[in-house]
């Protein structure tokens, strides 16, 4: 059965203390969530936020890893794994200096090949989480995406796409989600909302609506996540027009109607 996860950036503003935190965490668990992607805020242990998820009932998905800093980086990564219990290594996104040329994407490929290899030996896996600018075009037809597809091998860098962002970068999920087919286990989910205008008309105001309560074609997004390997659907509100609470409900309520 997949698994229904929340990406907890989305509720940021609930995680000031280990107090909210364990709150937080319980209300996440009591919507029906099952796992989560969290990074530890600064006030608490790897030890006792395991603690907090386990009285809870919650997993946690994955680590992160800063992409810039596999290296040094390395050895605490697999301690946080270890103690989270997780096998699963995500990252933060290309720099803003290497997303400037096409050069810098095969820069990034090779850096990530070379990281996702040394996890891999580890007995992790690595996933880099895209938005929309990387599918940049480049003068000679490749867009950032494919450069960072085409230069790394599936055994050592997966990928977790996100279908607002593929919908924002003028693809459409349902399709563009097969270029990941065989590399991604997790997929983040929001809907695509379109907010009254104002200003100019080329201005469109787009924003991150719940699930089913935007404009996707959820339906044939869900059919296609089947057909490629989602294992995980977790849901990222970047922003919540209504309270954050009440949206997490709903996104968990639009993918059970979806049938995950």
């Known amino acids: 059965m997949p698994v229904i996860a929340l990406q907890m950036y989305t509720l940021r503003k609930h995680m000031s203390s280990k107090e909210e935190l364990r709150e937080t965490l319980g209300r996440v668990a009591a919507i029906g969530y099952q796992a989560v992607q969290i990074t530890p805020p600064g006030f608490v242990t790897l030890p006792e936020l ?16 800063h992409s810039t800093k596999l290296d040094e980086e390395y050895d605490d990564v697999l301690r946080a794994a270890d103690i989270l219990g997780t096998s699963v290594v995500r990252l933060d996104g290309i720099s803003h200096e290497l997303a400037q040329s096409e050069e810098g994407y095969h820069t990034y490929a090779a850096m990530l090949e070379r990281g996702g290899q040394r996890f891999r030996a580890a007995g992790l896996s690595m996933y880099y989480h895209f938005h929309a600018f990387e599918w940049v075009n480049f003068p000679d037809g490749r867009r950032g995406i494919d450069i960072l597809l085409d230069e790394t091998s599936p055994e050592a860098v997966g990928f977790q796409p996100d279908i607002y962002w593929l919908a924002a970068a003028g693809t459409e999920p349902s399709d563009s989600l097969r270029r990941f087919a065989g590399r991604a286990r997790y997929m983040h989910v929001k809907d695509y909302g379109i907010t009254l205008r104002s200003g100019a008309m080329e201005n469109v105001p787009r924003t991150f609506a719940a699930v089913g309560k935007g404009n996707l074609n959820l339906p044939a997004i869900v059919r296609t996540a089947r057909e490629i390997g989602i294992e995980e659907y977790c849901v990222e509100q970047d922003e919540c027009s209504d309270d954050v609470f009440a949206c997490i409900e709903e996104s968990y309520k639009g993918l059970k109607t979806l049938g995950i």
Do not use: I, N, P
């Open 50 to 65: 395991r603690q907090m998820l386990d009285e809870t009932g919650l997993y946690a998905d994955s680590v992160l890893a």
